[in-house]
T-cell receptor, first 115, second 115 residues
Framework: GAGVSQTPSNKVTEKGKYVELRCDPI?????LYWYRQSLGQGPEFLIY????????DSGLPNDRFFAVRPEGSVSTLKIQRTERGDSAVYLC?????????????FGNGTRLTVT | AQSVAQPEDQVNVAEGNPLTVKCTYS??????LFWYVQYPNRGLQFLLK??????LVKGSYGFEAEFNKSQTSFHLKKPSALVSDSALYFC?????????????FGTGTKLQVIP
């Protein structure tokens, strides 16, 4: 079946602009995660959704970052007033349930470049 | 707070030789431990997990990992390395206490298998 889909695969934007990154999880997966990965680093947790609600948004770096999942499926990560330091690969992952032994299924990521 | 350490940025091994990629963890409760692999320009793929039971767990592509509670380690191993195993490997931990669902990743280890 289809895996986690992230669009766009690449996004180049100018400093100060607004961007939206989309994640389409595996059908039926209730848990959805956003991570950010900088070059040479491991994935850094941003936010976790259980259904429509953000169960843990402690990883969002500041109030320029916001994420939604209005119908409990597709999620959008929104970044306002982008800065060069926001440049990274943004990874989305989903899992079948919130049980702690459920592995995460990752998309291929969106590479964001802020010029 | 939970954390994961991967002390080696890179591991080089000759094809056919056994390989080990090291991981240590820190959690306040019992850990759920995972290994993921990332190929160039791809998302992370789940390899294996430790939940409970046997300390030696087997996963995809002939990989296995050994859980050692006293040393708080979860090293990834393979008896005979293939060139196609060359990739970036991430160890991850999910804490079991409370309802916390965040999965924390290490910084990754680049495995280079030399023909």
């Amino acid at each position: 079946g289809a895996g986690v889909s992230q669009t766009p695969s690449n996004k180049v934007t100018e400093k100060g602009k607004y961007v939206e990154l989309r994640c389409d999880p595996i059908s039926g997966h209730t848990a959805l995660y956003w991570y950010r990965q900088s070059l040479g680093q491991g994935p850094e947790f941003l936010i976790y959704f259980q259904g429509t609600g953000a169960a843990d948004d402690s990883g969002l770096p500041n109030d320029r970052f916001f994420a939604v999942r209005p119908e409990g499926s597709v999620s959008t990560l929104k970044i306002q007033r982008t800065e060069r330091g926001d440049s990274a690969v943004y990874l989305c992952a989903s899992s079948l349930r919130t049980a702690r032994d459920s592995p995460l299924h990752f998309g291929n990521g969106t590479r964001l470049t802020v010029t | 707070a939970q954390s994961v350490a991967q002390p080696e940025d890179q591991v080089n091994v000759a094809e056919g030789n056994p390989l080990t990629v090291k991981c240590t963890y820190s959690v306040s409760g019992n850990p759920y431990l995972f290994w993921y692999v990332q190929y160039p320009n791809r998302g992370l793929q789940f390899l294996l997990k430790y939940i409970t039971g046997d300390n030696l767990v087997k996963g995809s592509y002939g990989f296995e990992a050994e859980f050692n509670k006293s040393q708080t380690s979860f090293h990834l191993k393979k008896p005979s390395a293939l060139v196609s195993d060359s990739a970036l490997y991430f160890c991850a931990v999910r804490e079991t206490s409370g309802g916390y669902q965040k999965v924390t990743f290490g910084t990754g280890t680049k495995l280079q298998v030399i023909p």
